[in-house]
T-cell receptor, first 117, second 113 residues
């Protein structure tokens, strides 16, 4: 069965610090997809990134970067020079490819990120 | 372009009642998925519909049902409500099936008293 673990329940940092959110996943599929979503206090989940299991290249988008390592089953998310607007709950999610994605996304429990001014 | 829309925004029901939640996907998206998010937890997958057919179902009782209409909008129905059904119900749409990027609506906050 697939599983996503976000061991950090809450992280609090001061603005402009770098912060890394950890995500460890479990799956028996060789084809799978990993996602990160942001959930601000308004409640709406905002899509950040999708990676497939065959693409281990790290990705950078502005202040955001993602480190995908199949050897450790991890897909970590780093925010550089954090800002107060980054405060939110961040979810890592997994979709297995064998079912055509019909089993939906499996989410971790989320990490509550607090950026203090 | 409009994003995923859901109605109502908030809903209060009592135990044993029935509820219908509605979702309109992003224009052009053919797949709709429903998730339940209990406070402090990640969303849990309930259903996925693609081209008006159920393509996937999570571990939820038969009290939960859904359907997708020809215009790709969707309804989630919950019968015989329990206190534990209180949650944020999220709808997500994607162009194709599940492992594509899913774009979420603002959710419906259901409170069961």
């Amino acid at each position: 069965a697939q599983k996503v673990t976000q061991a950090q329940t809450e992280i609090s940092v001061v603005e402009k610090e770098d912060v890394t959110l950890d995500c460890v996943y479990e799956t028996r599929d060789t084809t799978y997809y990993l996602f990160w979503y942001k959930q601000p206090p308004s409640g709406e989940l905002v899509f950040l990134i999708r990676r497939n299991s065959f693409d281990e290249q790290n990705e950078i988008s502005g202040r955001y970067s993602w480190n995908f390592q199949k050897s450790t089953s991890s897909f970590n998310f780093t925010i550089t020079a954090s800002q107060v607007v980054d405060s939110a709950v961040y979810f890592c999610a997994l979709s297995e490819g064998s079912g055509g994605g019909a089993d939906g996304l499996t989410f971790g429990k989320g990490t509550h990120l607090i950026i203090q001014p | 372009d409009a994003g995923v829309t859901q109605s109502p925004t908030h809903l209060i029901k009592t135990r044993g009642q029935h509820v219908t939640l509605r979702c309109s996907p992003i224009s052009g998206h053919k797949s709709v998925s429903w998730y339940q998010q209990v406070l402090g937890q990640g969303p849990q997958f309930i259903f996925q519909y693609y081209e008006k057919e159920e393509r996937g179902r999570g571990n939820f009782p038969d009290r939960f049902s859904a359907r997708q209409f020809p215009n790709y909008s969707s309804e989630l129905n919950v019968n015989a409500l329990l206190l534990g059904d209180s949650a944020l119900y999220l709808c997500a749409s994607s162009y194709l099936r599940g492992y594509n990027e899913q774009f979420f609506g603002p959710g419906t906050r259901l409170t069961v008293l």
